[in-house]
Structure formats: C-alpha cells, structure tokens
C-alpha cells in the first residue's frame, strides 16, 4: 500500500474543519465535549492526512467564501430545474426520453474540482456521471439533445464549470 507521507499544514486544515463539524453537531462548550471533541477530531484528521492524498488545501480568502455561496446557488438553480424536468417526464410519459452516454472536455486541473463537478452533475436528476479520464468527463443523460461536446459542455457542466474556475483554477 503506498502510503501519502504527512503534511501538517493539511494536517492542521483538517482537524479544523473536523472539529467545526463536530461542534456544529454537538453545540456544547461543556468542557467533556471539547475535550473529546478535539481528540476524536485530531484521531480522524491523523488518520485522514496519512490514507488520503486527493486534494492539497485550498487558501480560503473572502472571494472563495463569496463563490462558494455563488456555487451553492448554481447547483441549487440546476438541481429544482433538473427535479422539474425530470417529474414532468414522470408524470407525462409521452415526453422524449432518449438516454445516452455523452462527452465533454473539462477545463478544470484541480483534482478535487474535478471531483466536485462530478459529484453536482450526478446529484442534479437526469444525469449521471459515469467516468472521467483526465480532462474528458461521460456523462449519462436521461435525453441527449445533441452529442456535440460543446453543446453538452454547454447544457450540463459550464454553470458549475465557471464558478469552480474562480475557486480552484
């Protein structure tokens, strides 16, 4: 097993946010819970940092607060439009469906960015991320309008694309 080898600034970066995550979910200053609140979080971002090497941490400034909230919105605009889209295809069987696996090249080099924009494509109804490679996202689409990867490009990631090039680009 090829093990990452340790980084305290991830290290640090981690256990913070853990610990956030823990006292969101607790919101106790009882001394018992901070104190073990701090343990369990530095036990997790210890054995985090060492088994996990996806992403380097991200220097988070006003600006990447700010399009993280935009972000938030995109996705949310793009998840009721797909929910509409597909609960009418539901409720109307005689709407077009022509499912397919469609393609498009990605202008994101940041591995988690990436990752994220696969994970907002698969959570917004009608489609699915089935792969990446490198730069070249396939995309299963519940109706495939056009196979043209720039429409497609267009049509399903360049919302999302655009916001995540201000974080991690």
Known sequence: MNKSK???TKFIYTFIIIFLI??????SLQPAEIITGIIISLLVAYITVINFDCCDPILITPSHIIYFIKYFFVFLGALVKANFDVARRVINPNLPINPGIVSFETQLNNDFAKMVLANSITLTPGTLTVDVVDNKFYIHWIDVTT???????KEIA???EKVLLKIYG
């Open 6 to 8: 340790f980084s305290l």
């Open 22 to 27: 823990w006292y969101a979910f607790t919101t």
């Open 147 to 153: 196979e043209n990867p720039e429409d497609v490009y």
């Open 158 to 160: 360049e919302p999302f």
